[in-house]
């Protein structure tokens, strides 16, 4: 009997106990049940960033502290089948980033109007928070803009997913000489080659930029550009690869006779370590055409999920120039995501 006795209180504390457990939900769990509604839902994204150049020079920003993110999205869907989003960000300085109203008729069409991100090429996709490395590959940034204002179509049809967009091709301001730039991209998904997916695409844009800057940091423009790139990217078990080639025709202010040609590609390696940690290896190249240069970077890289919403990011880079010495630095970011 005392056996008996025994036995059932312990299955009564081990029921206690799930119960309890399954009642009190993590605290990251109650946050997002408290801020993430289908019509009302808050994103933060916040972080903190850290540069050392391992000689005393400019190398990635010298030495230095800097919060490099501090975003927060508002965004929801409405009856009738209507979205908005509003997206700023407040570091280093305040900044808007997304402000749209859009309507979705079906998965095979919807459509976008106001400040948004464009859809064209794999390496900008990803927000700043789901990104495998510190930074984006530097072909990106020369070549493509990170915000635009315009009106754009999406959608899913099938394994083909498809994007279009008219812009002001002046990032977030007005239209400064009244001539509209195109952006597109076309993907399709194969899911039957192998354990997980392998995505290809192609994309595309095109149009009269005068007085807008090409990318984040690339020439200033004087007329017309043109990009077209392609992309793939695998994932498959604890395996990731992905790789892109962009090349841009650009009527540059510095050039005033001929176009600037500004190419270049990445390759990235990824495999998964543990649950929590992925390692990253990603060589990059770019060059310009009429300059006649061609430069270079390896990054070794690890990425630790300590939470669902805490992740580091840890970069180490090596440029190699055409001409002149190579430089070394290294990079972290400790970032919240929910």
Known sequence: MKKHTLSAVLLSLMFSLTTSASE??????????YLQREYFSLNVLIQSEGR?????DAFQGGRTFDPANARVSLRGNLDGGFFYRVFIDAAPRPALLDAFVGYRLNEAFSVSVGAMKPRQTLDFIPNPGEHNFVDRATMTGLLVGSREIGVS??????DLFYYAGLFNGNGLNSNSNNKFYGIGRLQY???????????LAV???HGDSEGARSGSRGPLLRGQRTIVGTDMEVESGRMYFAAEYLRGALETVDLPDTDEVISGYYVTGGFRATNKTMVFTRWQS????????????????ANVDFTDVVTAVLNFDTYIPDEGD???GASFILQVQF
């Open 24 to 33: 009190n939900p993590s605290l990251d769990e109650q946050l997002r049940s």
């Open 203 to 205: 994309s595309g844009s």
């Open 286 to 301: 770019w060059s310009y055409e009429e300059i006649k240069t061609q430069e270079s970077k390896l990054t070794l890289g």
């Open 189 to 199: 998904t194969l899911h039957d080659l192998l354990p997980g997916h392998i995505q």
């Open 153 to 158: 179509a999406t959608g899913n049809i099938g």
């Open 326 to 328: 190579n430089q070394y």
């Open 52 to 56: 050392f150049s391992f000689e005393d």
